[in-house]
């Protein structure tokens, strides 16, 4: 993954709103948080000449674009849990034992 990208996840997990799931580790955009927290921070982190941000060249606009896209892009809920969640999958058959 390019480092700028790193650093927009790394904004918006600061900001929650992406978040990381804990037995997964895969990260996803929590639908519930406002995502203008994560603009503000990447604009003002960029205003600070904050050497995180450094690559970003004082270029705020390239920062929030790289984050909308990001947050865009990340799905609404960790991938994997989803699919457990799903019926017809192997916990089907500790699901049925457990009835019993
Ligand atoms: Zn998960």
């Known amino acids: 993954m390019e480092h700028k990208q790193t650093i927009a996840i790394e904004i918006g997990l600061q900001t929650h709103v992406l978040r990381t799931c804990p037995i997964h580790h895969s990260i996803f955009c929590d639908d519930d948080v406002d995502p203008s ?22 270029d705020a606009h390239a920062l929030t674009d790289l984050l909308s896209d990001t947050i865009g892009t990340a799905p609404l809920s960790c991938p994997h849990c989803a699919n457990l969640a799903q019926p017809n999958t192997g916990r089907s058959v500790g699901a049925d034992l457990s009835v019993v």
């Open 37 to 58: 927290g994560a603009f503000a921070l990447a604009v003002e982190l960029v205003r600070q000449h904050t050497p995180y941000v450094e690559e970003f060249h004082d």
